[in-house]
């Protein structure tokens, strides 16, 4: 099916929920001249998402073409349900766990309204919170699920396929049970392991903590998400969660004969094995992930000198792939990690060298 295909997406568009997601996606929709209503229990959710320029709060006569669910895991089920009821329009909501709303959706309304709902979730977030955090960028390029069950109405599966595209992401069709295990390999598992390795540093001591460099850092960054959110998650997600958890048990049990018996070849197939997944991680453009080299820059950390080091780059005529950046608590300077193509890593140092960039090797 080509874009040509799919419905247009005229609006009106309700959003129920006015935090993160459910923001960013009014702020698509409003500028693209989409009507947005908006529902939020928080009113000044509401007014703040209003304020952004968002959509305006709804009212009993809206009509809208669909109604986008964006509330905690908790509330999902209800606020399907109710959307479903008050309104004749398609229903997705973008919640991380799918086939579990899906259930409990089928249980409590009839089969014309079921088919009106379908399922989605953007691979897109942040660890912040609340409608300031959005942006109508937040989901380009991403892959966005859409999770239809075998009662959806195809027209209601091509409606929101094309809320997708609108939004500048890149649908993905699959089964609710299927995602559900997807989600739990690629995203609540990772961060499980963020939160037991951010665990171990919350009353460490001092002289340990000042040790801490960009690596931990990478480590435990998602382990900053609401709590209370990730709780909701996890138990809407338990039984797949649960599979993972016992495979990594069984993991870290090796792991630990390893070390412990100083068994060398043991030790390194474990290690070889994480290479091999980060190896499987999709790259650039969906593509296969290409080899890489670190190539690390000393940066003054005083205004204009990152943005002169990315000129700079420019100026030499290499892609930067990535970028990550170490502040040294003991000097004034930043430690700016720039991930190029391993070509191109000794033609960027050696010509940030000749520019008078400290390098480290």
């Known amino acids: 099916m080509t874009d040509d295909d799919l419905p247009a997406l005229t609006g009106p568009v309700e959003v129920v929920g006015a935090g993160l997601i459910g923001t960013s996606i009014a702020l698509v929709c409003s500028r693209l001249g989409i009507e947005v209503v908006l529902r939020d229990t928080s009113e000044e959710n509401l007014?703040?998402?209003?304020?952004?320029?968002?959509?305006?709060?709804?009212?009993?006569?809206?009509?809208?073409?669909?109604?986008?669910?964006?509330?905690?895991?908790?509330?999902?089920?209800?606020?399907?349900?109710?959307?479903?009821?008050?309104?004749g329009a398609v229903v997705t909501d973008v919640g991380s766990v799918k086939a579990a709303p899906f259930e409990e959706v089928a249980g409590r309304v009839g089969p014309d309204d079921l088919g009106r709902y379908v399922g989605s979730h953007p691979m897109a977030g942040s660890e912040r919170s609340g409608p300031l955090a959005?942006?109508?960028?937040?989901?380009d390029g991403r892959p966005w699920a859409?999770?239809?069950?075998?009662?959806?109405?195809?027209?209601a599966v091509r409606l929101v396929e094309s809320l997708v595209l609108e939004c500048g992401a890149a649908p993905l069709v699959?089964?609710?049970?299927?995602?559900?295990?997807?989600?739990?390999?690629?995203?609540?598992?990772?961060?499980?392991?963020?939160?037991?390795?951010?665990?171990?540093?919350?009353?460490?001591?001092?002289e340990h903590l000042a040790l801490s460099g960009q690596g931990v850092r990478d480590v435990t960054r998602v382990a900053a998400s609401d709590p209370a959110l990730w709780q909701?998650?996890?138990e809407a997600n338990s039984e797949a969660v649960l599979d993972l958890?016992?495979?990594?048990?069984?993991?870290?049990d090796a792991l630990m004969a390893a070390v412990a018996s100083d068994t060398a070849p043991d030790l390194v197939e474990i290690l070889t094995r994480g290479n091999a997944g980060t190896a499987a991680i999709p790259?650039?453009?969906?593509?296969?992930?290409?080899?890489?080299r670190s190539v690390f820059v000393a940066v003054p950390d005083h205004p204009g000198e990152l943005a002169r080091l990315f000129g700079d780059a420019g100026e030499i005529g290499i892609n930067i792939e990535d970028v990550h950046i170490d502040h040294d608590p003991a000097r004034p300077v930043g430690l700016t990690e720039l991930v190029v193509e391993r070509g191109s890593a000794e033609q960027l140092?050696?010509?940030?060298?000749?520019?008078?960039?400290?390098?480290?090797?």
């Open 349 to 361: 140092l050696a010509a940030l060298e000749s520019r008078g960039w400290t390098t480290h090797r």
């Open 283 to 292: 790259g650039k453009h969906g593509g296969p992930a290409r080899p890489t």
């Open 174 to 206: 699959m089964e609710p049970g299927e995602h559900d295990r997807a989600v739990a390999r690629i995203s609540h598992l990772p961060h499980l392991a963020a939160v037991l390795v951010a665990g171990r540093l919350a009353a460490a001591p001092a």
């Open 134 to 139: 959005a942006s109508a960028a937040l989901f």
């Open 232 to 234: 909701q998650i996890l």
């Open 47 to 87: 007014r703040t998402a209003h304020g952004l320029g968002a959509g305006r709060a709804a009212r009993p006569d809206d009509r809208p073409q669909l109604v986008v669910v964006a509330v905690p895991p908790a509330s999902v089920g209800d606020a399907i349900v109710d959307a479903l009821s008050r309104t």
């Open 245 to 252: 958890l016992a495979e990594v048990r069984a993991d870290l």
């Open 146 to 155: 859409v999770t239809p069950h075998p009662y959806a109405r195809p027209d």
